[in-house]
């Protein structure tokens, strides 16, 4: 009889210890990555600059207006076709954005990265191994009757590539460079903020993803910073860097810069990359592991940054090369890559 009721005791006790471990999951979830030492607690931090505004003899225009005018993007067929914020890129237009992707990808593989084309729709698992849900499931585009989502950016599907492996320390830093269409409910405030290509629900980035030991992913961090810089550079358009305050961070990021590119007809710093490091925080939920030369598993470091993302950068080329005549001058880095040969 005793050993009956003993059984009776733990079968209730065991059910009450799954509550409360739920519970305690269903808190630990929401608490975001802990800032690094030398992050700034409520104020960023302009770290670096590059590059000088552009001095116009004529009067500029905005790149939303060169693109009415020209055709190189619709934004009314956009409308028609999907809603307001999902652009249409024509002509010269869809060419530009094309040569910025292939030009961004070639450049990065040069560099050492890995090529991957993921798919565009990634699991609930996915998403929460980067740390993307729960806090912004409402923001993401979701296909309720898979319970799938569209990518809310190329780091998804690409840090998801080693979901629970375990990988060899020598064969660290493993570094990889992707393109994905993104997509997003959310898309800014209202007025001025959504017109053109400043804000939209759709739109095309390359991303940079690295797997690191814990000792390195600092150095690797500033490493990928400087490969994101380098293709502003190329592009010969004006940018500074910001080192993000604690407050202005993402959920998984422990330290992340900022890149803005100079829009020279607002005077406007326009984001274009985030990079960022995590630590093992992504890797502990993806389940990402390396196996230690001295022997043992731990954690690998997972760091991401766009390289870069193109709506912003499209701006930028558009206004900084533009012509009195209304034309736009194509930078050289991209001129072999928007060659009509067919």
């Given at each position: 009889q005793q050993s009956k009721s003993l059984g009776q005791d733990i079968k209730s006790i065991e059910k009450e210890l799954r509550q409360i471990e739920q519970h305690l999951n269903e808190v630990m979830i929401w608490i975001p990555n802990i800032p690094h030492s030398s992050v700034p607690l409520t104020e960023s931090i302009i770290v670096k600059e590059w590059g000088e505004k552009r001095e116009f003899d004529f009067e500029p225009l905005s790149?939303?207006?060169?693109?009415?005018?020209?055709?190189?993007?619709?934004?009314?067929?956009?409308?028609?076709?999907?809603?307001?914020?999902?652009?249409?890129?024509?002509?010269?237009?869809?060419?530009l954005e094309r040569a910025l992707i292939n030009f961004m990808l070639n450049t990065h593989i040069k560099k050492g990265y890995i090529e991957v084309f993921p798919p565009?729709?990634?699991?609930?698992?996915?998403?929460?191994?980067?740390?993307?849900?729960?806090?912004?499931?409402?923001?993401?585009?979701?296909?309720?009757?898979d319970?799938?989502?569209?990518?809310?950016?190329?780091?998804?599907?690409?840090?998801?590539?080693?979901?629970?492996?375990?990988?060899?320390?020598?064969?660290?830093?493993?570094?990889?460079?992707?393109?994905?269409?993104?997509f997003r409910r959310e898309a800014g405030s209202y007025g001025k903020e959504t017109k053109g290509l400043k804000r939209v629900h759709?739109?095309?980035?390359?991303?940079?993803?690295?797997?690191?030991?814990?000792?390195?992913?600092?150095?690797?961090?500033?490493?990928?910073?400087?490969?994101?810089?380098?293709?502003?550079?190329?592009?010969?358009?004006?940018?500074?860097?910001?080192?993000?305050?604690?407050?202005d961070m993402s959920f998984a990021s422990t330290k992340t810069y900022d890149i803005e590119v100079l829009a020279p007809v607002t005077g406007e710093y326009l984001e274009?990359?985030?990079?960022?490091?995590?630590?093992?925080?992504?890797?502990?939920?993806?389940?990402?592991?390396?196996?230690?030369?001295?022997?043992?598993?731990?954690?690998?470091?997972?760091?991401n940054g766009s390289g870069l993302a193109t709506p912003r950068t499209f701006m930028a080329v558009v206004e900084n090369y533009q012509n009195k005549d209304g034309t736009i001058s194509i930078p050289v880095v991209l001129k072999a890559y928007m060659e009509k040969k067919l």
């Open positions: 790149c939303f207006d060169i693109c009415k005018s020209s055709g190189m993007v619709d934004f009314n067929a956009g409308t028609k076709m999907a809603g307001t914020n999902f652009p249409c890129y024509i002509g010269l237009g869809a060419r565009f729709i990634v699991n609930r698992d996915a998403m929460f191994g980067t740390g993307q849900i729960p806090k912004m499931e409402e923001d993401m585009y979701r296909i309720e009757k319970d799938l989502f569209l990518n809310p950016t190329a780091e998804v599907p690409l840090i998801n590539l080693h979901r629970n492996e375990t990988l060899i320390e020598d064969k660290l830093p493993l570094k990889y460079v992707g393109y994905t269409a993104c759709q739109f095309n980035k390359v991303e940079l993803i690295k797997f690191t030991t814990p000792e390195t992913s600092y150095t690797e961090l500033e490493t990928m910073l400087t490969d994101a810089e380098n293709i502003l550079k190329m592009l010969g358009i004006p940018y500074r860097v910001r080192l993000l305050a604690a407050n274009v990359s985030s990079v960022s490091n995590s630590e093992a925080f992504q890797a502990r939920r993806c389940g990402v592991r390396y196996k230690k030369k001295s022997g043992g598993t731990a954690f690998v470091h997972i760091l």
